[in-house]
Structures are given as C-alpha cells and as structure tokens.
C-alpha cells in the first residue's frame, strides 16, 4: 500500500510517499504525478520518502519517469529524508538528495 500526500506551494510541488513505492501502486505515481507534472508544467518537485519503507525496481522506476517529467519542463527534482536502506536502492538515479523539505528547496535554489 502506498499513501501519496501532494501539496503545491510556491512553485515547488512537495510529494510526500508513506508505506512501499513497489511495482502494485507505482502506477499512482506514473499515472497521476507525471502527468500532473506534464500537464501543470511543473518545474520543481520534492520527494519526501521519510515514511516509504519499501522500493523495487518499478518504483525506481517511477521515480525516473517523474524526472524525466521534471526535465521536460526544465525543471529541478529532489528526495528528501531518504533512509539508508532506500538511499543504496536510489543512488543509480542520480537524483540530488536533501536531509528535509527546506534543504531541498535550496538545493533546487528558485
């Protein structure tokens, strides 16, 4: 199970990921975020993964599609409070990495 918290505010979208981002629910996340963020032209996105326990490779996944979403718009992407554990599943991503929400909003630096 998957629980997704979305709020905009200030140009960045904060996405905030509770439970396991695995290949049964990467679909919320590739058929309603990327799309949003396609759609609204989203520039700038948070991940914050404080509450993800799991990840596989469909979730990795998901994550890439979200920044490629990001990079389409000329954009900027963070995660934030990543685990050690999902830290070594996400390295490969090459997606910068915040200790919290407000470290983020500097390294996206709008």
């Not at 918290?5 to 695995?22: A, Q, S």
């Not at 679909?27 to 963020?37: H, S, W």
């Not at 685990?83 to 910068?96: A, G, H, V, Y």
Request: aromatic share 6%.
């Amino acid at each position: 199970m998957l629980k997704v918290d979305m709020e905009y505010d200030k140009g960045i979208l904060y996405v905030r990921l509770e439970g396991n981002l695995t290949h049964d629910v990467a679909y919320k996340i590739n058929n309603y975020i990327v799309p949003a963020v396609l759609k609204h032209k989203i520039k700038y996105l948070v991940f914050n993964l404080f509450l993800l326990k799991d990840l596989d490779e469909s979730g990795l996944d998901a994550l890439l599609n979200t920044k490629c979403a990001i990079r389409t718009n000329k954009g900027k992407i963070c995660l934030c409070e990543v685990s050690d554990e999902i830290r070594t599943k996400i390295k490969k991503l090459r997606i910068n990495i915040a200790s919290n929400e407000l470290a983020a909003n500097r390294l996206i630096n709008i």
